[in-house]
């Protein structure tokens, strides 16, 4: 099961990542080029209980890497959420792309299987397959965030599509 839980996994986590990272950069060129302050974009909300635009980009830099940490079986690294310009973002990425591309296809052969478990609310405690975590807990939340993050730099009149969203593949 390895492959095709690796394949799920990191490749999608990359592909979705790069696309955000191009699709950033031209929320900061949008910013620039019609003297938009870029904390406007930074901090822009879908309303007023949601995350903001960088804790978007955050979180979902945290699923890609978590994800993959644990189906690897590898320490779920921790990142500090300091990031306040499109540049701490690019940075942020650049991270969680480097730790992910770290993670060998091997590390991912009881991955299918592997007991993941997860503290998403103090005391609550939730217990997946691997499998099960990839495919009904970590991809959909990665992927909230991702369109989330997209859908705020979209509505606040940065000039994307869908294919700025996918990126390449």
Known sequence: MQPQIHAASVPVFKQMLGALSEVLAKAEAHATARNIEPAALLQARLFPDMFALVRQVQVACDFAAGVSAR???AEVPSYEATEQSFADLQARIAKTLAFIEGLDAAQFAEAATREIVIRPGTPKERRFAGQAYLLHYGLPQFFFHVATAY??????????????YMGTY
């Open 71 to 73: 189906l690897a079986g």
């Open 151 to 164: 859908g705020l730099m979209r509505h606040n009149g940065v000039e994307v599509g869908k294919k700025d």
